[in-house]
């Protein structure tokens, strides 16, 4: 990889790009979009290895530390090729570029140029090569990407310069001590050592495939300092429930989605996952919510995801395919300009509480059509189920299991739909943009002819409706106050938690609060409750919301559909109820 150079160019083929086009993409068009992240890579590390070289540091230079890495890659390519494309990588190489040119923060620039020490370091224990290089250490800790962490007892806390040295497969990291002095320990990376604390290696969860293929092997990367999608970060271990429960739910997630299906959208190689870098717990207490609170991904880190756990698998699973289709895109960015986008936010997401710009919708669109399509094939599995009866080992009846992936399949089916449209009609894609959002949009409109169980359709345009209601209303000036050149937004808007998408899922036993009743398809009731809330405060944006759309549903015509388009009029006057 870095031995070799290689010029020619890549051409991606027609073909390729229409398969990705469709939100879905074959084996062979990811692996392309891989080999334009590899090139990618090496342009900017070689960016970035210039503005090193003329970094004063107390380290060794970066122009020996390449030197190392070179000698590694000489002798054994592949594991060095591994770490350069890691996620985590991707991840150091775009924050320091972000650094030398001043729009990122963290420690001292030499102690983060040092990752590429850690790097020169794992590249010679992984092929048996030898180094000697001063490494940065904080509080005593060395991380070694792809293969985990060297702690010193007692080392001296904060930032301090340290000495390692690999020879014969182990490395020897010596540091000062807190009490003055020196410590030093020695470690073998990947030998069988009893858990003294000195050597915490690197956590991977994996999962045998079918049919004797290689296992499927993820990082569970919680010590990397580069694993967050900018921000430097402390290694955040995890305890060992922890990761069993990431592991348990790992295996289940990954046996959702090699379930038999037809080859498209929604359906993902669990091994084009990286890394998945665990977000806010490191014990498995308190039990965490059945869905995923937090998940994000970075056109930096390539088949790297930050997650949430969630308890449930379905969940999870889920959440991989909302997040490598993240990725595909972002690959696809970085190939084509899809978009002239001049970041300006005032598009409507219906997944998101504030308004969003071009790039934001792309990626919202492509990633929910993912979605959609993920849950269209749960919907087909448990539809199969609910015909040859309730499966003994599930957890949910297969007709309530129909009901929730029928309700999902048609909810992003519609709001990617509806995404795709405003990106269709801004004006601002390019040749590649509109034929990638135009095939997007044909296969969204083929699933909406699909059919979904009645009940479920109902939740799931209710929900949508409901949510594109309180966006207006919580973020849109009313209509006299923005004028003719087109939306303006309010200067008090707030970040508001979007309640209802989960649950409308489910239609609830009994109901009893204003959602609950129009979740349940009793949209009367639903709307004097709405009302009685109202009564108190005319203009609380949730109520509101849920008020203009059951009222809708109960006398549609063209004052309703006038309501509902522009429901921010309704603030000035407050609303009769």
């Not at 991840?91 to 020490?117: D, F, K, N, Q």
């Not at 059945?290 to 880190?301: K, L, R």
């Amino acid at each position: 990889m870095i031995s070799e150079q290689d010029h020619a160019l890549l051409r991606m083929p027609d073909r390729l790009f229409a398969e990705l086009a469709t939100g879905g993409g074959s084996a062979e068009a990811v692996a392309f979009l891989e080999r334009g992240e590899r090139a990618r890579r090496l342009l900017l590390l070689r960016t970035l290895l210039g503005h090193l070289d003329a970094l004063p540091t107390p380290l060794t230079p970066a122009a020996e530390a390449w030197r190392v890495l070179k000698e590694a890659a000489e002798k054994e390519p592949e594991p060095v090729e591994r770490l350069l494309l890691a996620p985590t990588t991707g991840g150091w190489i775009s924050h320091m570029l972000r650094r030398v040119h001043g729009t990122a923060t963290g420690p001292a620039l030499w102690a983060e140029a040092s990752h590429l020490c850690a790097l020169a370091l794992s590249a010679a224990l992984h092929t048996g090569t030898e180094a000697s290089l001063d490494v940065s250490l904080t509080g005593g800790r060395l991380p070694l990407p792809g293969l985990g962490m060297v702690q010193l007892p007692g080392a001296k806390e904060g930032l301090t310069v340290g000495r390692a040295v690999v020879a014969g497969g182990e490395v020897s990291v010596t540091g000062r001590a807190s009490t003055g002095g020196t410590v030093q320990v020695t470690c073998r990376p990947g030998a069988p050592a009893p858990d003294t604390g000195v050597w915490l290696p690197l956590r991977t969860l994996t999962h045998a495939s079918p049919q004797g293929a290689a296992p499927i092997m993820v990082v569970l990367e919680d010590l990397d300092p580069f694993r967050d999608l900018d921000d430097h970060l402390p290694p955040a271990r995890l305890d060992e429930d922890e990761a069993r429960e990431w592991q348990r739910l790992f295996g289940e997630a990954v046996r959702i989605l090699e379930s038999p299906g037809t080859p498209g959208p929604g359906r993902v190689d669990p091994a084009t996952i990286r890394a998945i870098v665990p977000f806010g717990r490191t014990a498995a207490s308190p039990p965490p919510p059945s869905f995923v609170q937090v998940s994000a991904s970075s056109g930096d880190s390539f088949g790297g995801m930050l997650i949430a756990r969630p308890s449930s698998p379905l969940a999870l699973a889920e959440t991989l395919v909302h997040e490598l289709q993240h990725s595909k895109l972002a690959a696809l960015l970085h190939l084509f300009p899809l978009l002239d986008d001049d970041r300006n936010e005032r598009y409507y997401a219906p997944w998101r509480a504030d308004p969003r710009h071009l790039t934001g919708l792309l990626h919202g669109a492509y990633a929910f059509t993912g979605v959609a399509g993920f849950w269209r094939d749960r919907l087909a599995d448990a539809q199969r189920d609910d015909a040859q009866g309730a499966d003994a080992h599930s957890a949910d009846p297969s007709a309530e299991a129909v009901e929730r992936a029928g309700y999902f399949f048609a909810l992003r089916r519609l709001q990617s739909r509806l995404t795709v449209r405003t990106l269709l009609t801004s004006g601002r894609l390019t040749v590649e943009g509109r034929a990638l959002v135009t095939r997007l949009a044909r296969t969204l409109d083929g699933w909406l002819r699909e059919d979904v169980p009645p009940a479920a359709l109902a939740r799931a345009r209710t929900a949508a409706a409901l949510h594109r209601t309180e966006w207006r209303l919580r973020n849109v000036v009313p209509a006299p106050a923005a004028g003719p050149s087109g939306l303006r937004f309010r200067r008090d808007r707030t970040v508001w938690p979007d309640v209802r998408t989960h649950a409308f899922a489910t239609p609830p036993a009994v109901p009893r609060t204003a959602d609950e009743h129009l979740a349940a398809g009793d949209t009367a009731a639903a709307l004097t409750r709405y009302a009685d809330v109202l009564a108190d405060a005319p203009a609380e944006p949730q109520a509101l919301a849920g008020w203009v759309v059951a009222r809708t549903i109960l006398e549609p015509g063209r004052a309703a559909r006038r309501m509902l388009a522009r429901p921010e009029e309704l603030l000035e006057p407050s609303p009769r109820v």
